[in-house]
């Protein structure tokens, strides 16, 4: 992977306690971590294989391997002010160089 491919800046989201204005704990989702990212939308061949729904917005987050990323699947990635769930993690060819984060669109 070349390294200027990751040139998108993403934020990985987790739940966490945080206080509203008032000063009472409230859950509300805050920063894990901020990632380099390849981000490129799935093509239409991925969506039929996958038959998912045309109108669901599918893409793909290419970001380097490190062991301590723990990504899992209750986390929220933020691009652009778009947020996207997190349906799969894939260590690419199993070789501890990149992994390709799956997101669909949250609408």
Known sequence: MNAGD???????????????????PIEEEVSY????????????KEYSQAKADQTENITKFVVRYNKSLNITDDMTILYRDKK????????????????????????
């Open 6 to 24: 990751l040139n998108k800046r993403i934020e990985l989201l987790v739940m966490g306690t945080g206080k509203d204005p008032d000063g009472y």
């Open 33 to 44: 971590r901020k990632l380099w990212s390849k981000v490129s939308p799935v093509s239409a």
């Open 84 to 107: 996207f769930s997190i349906e799969s993690v894939i260590n690419d060819e199993e070789k501890n160089i990149t992994l390709t984060i799956i997101g669909r669109s949250i609408v």
